[in-house]
Every structure is written in C-alpha cells, then in structure tokens.
C-alpha cells in the first residue's frame, strides 16, 4: 500500500488535472452542479454494484469516478467562491470529531448502538428539528424505508424482539388480505406498502440489507431467464410459443447452475 506521503502526491495529482480540465476541455468546462447531479447518482449506483458483485478491482475504478465528482463539485464551488476542496474536507472532519466524543472527547460508550444514539442526540443538538431530516427526500422508497427506521432506532423508537415485527408483519398481510377481497385499489396500495416497510423492519432484524437482498434476489432471476432465452435460441422457438411446463424445465436447470 502507498505512504501517506504518496497518497497525498496522488490526490494533488487528481486537483491538478482538474484545474486543466476545467481551464481546457470544452465539455469540463460547460459543466456545472446541475449537469453533472445525475451522473454522480449513476456512478453511484455502478459502484454499489461493484460491491455487490465483490469486484474489488472494479470498486477501485468505480471508487476514482466518484472521487472524480467531488474534485469536480469542490472545483466550481471555488470559481464561484464559496468553498473549495479544503473547505469540503475541513467540514466534513469537523463533523466527525464532533460526532465521536468517545474518541475525540471523555464520553464513555459500550457498543456501536450507543454511538448511533449518540450521534442523533448530537444532531438535534445541531439545530435539526427532527431525527428524519438527514434521510434524503429523492431515495428509493425501499432504501428510504431502511434508513427511517435506522434513524428512529437511534433515538429508542423500535421493536424490542424480533418475533414482534414478524407478529406485526403477518398482521399487515392479513389487512392486506382484506383489502384485496373488497377489491378498493387505493387502499390495497396502503395496505401493500405496509407490508413491505414491515418486511423491511423485519431485515433489520436479521440483519439483512434489504436492497442488497433484493439486488441479489434481481440478478439470481436475470442470469436464470437469460439461460431460459438461451435455451429458446438453441431449440428454435420463441419463449412465446413455448408452454410454462417447457419453460419450467430450463428454469429448473437454471437454478443447478
């Protein structure tokens, strides 16, 4: 692994190219936070991909195209003199050392829970009215549902035992249930979506992250329907002309690979 002495080499390497990006590349320099959000929230996603796909080489690549947008962002904050890439790191050490007084200051703590509650205490001690403001407004529904109930975990607000969320979740499929027979579309979506922030509580409780599960769960499926395509290919015959029954015994192949 490289000294820190070259680490910092390398990320000045990094600044410099992207002053002579920004000073002379005609798509760099038109470039601004607006245009270059989405692609940030698609680089993202490419490297929790990586991650899922336990690529560590392709999580370093992936890793450089972020760290590539945070350069970029810091870079037209200081044309317009409001914060430049020292600001953004100063600010975010400030925040760290005053979220962990257990190591920054004399708090005493037991566990990893005790950090997170503390870290909400301290949040709201910041001035933020509620604990669910640091959730961004634009996550995924499934995603967002997990780090609510992460966030009202930290200040005491949950379940104390496993075998009550699931109590609660068959519940919520039971109402759902309900709401199916008398067919009223609105609220089977109400009931729907209850069920599944309570599969979600439930994940938490087994320790499962429910996006990585469910990504798993995406691409189990896509690698044996493609091999089902493969199949339909080899034979000739469209997937639409073939029965469920022919199509169960390539599915069923699929899953032995």
């Known amino acids: 692994m490289n000294s820190r002495p070259l680490q910092l080499q390398a990320f000045e390497r990094l ?3 992207m002053d002579d990006l920004r ?3 005609p798509w760099d320099k038109k470039q601004t936070m607006q245009s270059l959000r989405h692609l940030t929230i698609e680089e993202t996603y490419e490297l929790g991909d990586a991650i899922l796909d336990n690529d560590l080489n392709e999580v370093k690549k992936e890793l450089g195209d972020l760290l590539l947008h ?9 044309e317009t003199g409001d914060f430049d890439m020292a600001d953004v790191c100063h600010e975010i050490c400030e925040k760290l050392i005053h979220r962990h007084p257990h190591i920054y200051g004399d708090v005493k703590v037991e566990d990893e829970e005790e950090v997170k509650r503390n870290w909400e205490k301290l949040k709201l001690k910041e001035g933020k009215k509620s604990v669910l403001e640091g959730v961004p407004k634009s996550l995924p529904a499934l995603v967002k549902a997990s780090r609510i109930q992460d966030k009202v975990k930290g200040v005491g607000f949950d379940w104390e035992e496993p075998h009550q969320v699931w109590d609660k979740l068959q519940e919520e499929l039971g109402e759902l249930q309900e709401e199916v027979k ?3 579309q609105d609220k089977i979506e109400g009931e729907f979506g209850d069920v599944l922030f309570s599969m979600i509580n439930y994940a938490r409780f087994l320790n499962v992250n429910p996006e990585d599960a469910l990504e798993r769960t995406n ?5 044996r329907f493609q091999y089902l395509e493969s199949k339909s290919a080899e034979l000739g015959k469209p997937l639409s002309e073939m029965t469920l029954a022919e199509m169960d015994v390539y599915w069923n192949e699929a899953k032995k690979l």
């Open 23 to 25: 000073a002379q590349c």
């Open 182 to 184: 008398s067919a009223n």
């Open 15 to 17: 600044l410099n190219i």
């Open 70 to 78: 945070i350069v970029f962002y810091a870079k037209i904050g200081s």
């Open 219 to 223: 691409k189990k499926f896509i690698k």
